[in-house]
Nanobody, 119 residues
């Protein structure tokens, strides 16, 4: 079992910055990928950024050059540094962990943290 707790969301003006944190606990050694998703009411949840156990990272086209995902293995924490924020970045951001097991893949989600960008 993996538990994920997000923090760092809030209100920010367009052009500003925000840093999200995701603290993982439990069977963290079983995680093969961890990242951030976001969702706006009425729309599908979308991948924002993800990093694998091998250290490779990928980003949604809409955030490339503005967002940076990083991890601290010692702290079991993943961060999302968001710069040059735009109103369209407003969403609930969820931390997501993918765990590969013998029978397949399990998904774990944090409770979400609200990010609101004002124009």
């Amino acid at each position: 079992q993996v538990q994920l707790v997000e923090s760092g969301g809030g209100l920010v003006q367009a052009g500003g910055s925000l840093r999200l944190s995701c603290a993982a606990s439990g069977s963290t050694l079983s995680i093969n990928a961890i990242g951030w998703y976001r969702q706006v009411p009425g729309k599908e949840r979308e991948v924002v950024a993800e990093i694998s156990q091998f250290g490779s990272a990928n980003y949604a086209d809409s955030v490339k050059g503005r967002f940076t995902i990083s991890g601290d293995d010692a702290k079991r924490t993943v961060y999302l540094q968001m710069n040059s924020l735009k109103p369209e970045d407003t969403a609930v951001y969820y931390c997501h962990a993918e765990v590969t097991v013998i029978a397949g893949i399990l998904d774990y989600w944090g409770q979400g943290t609200q990010v609101t960008v004002s124009s």
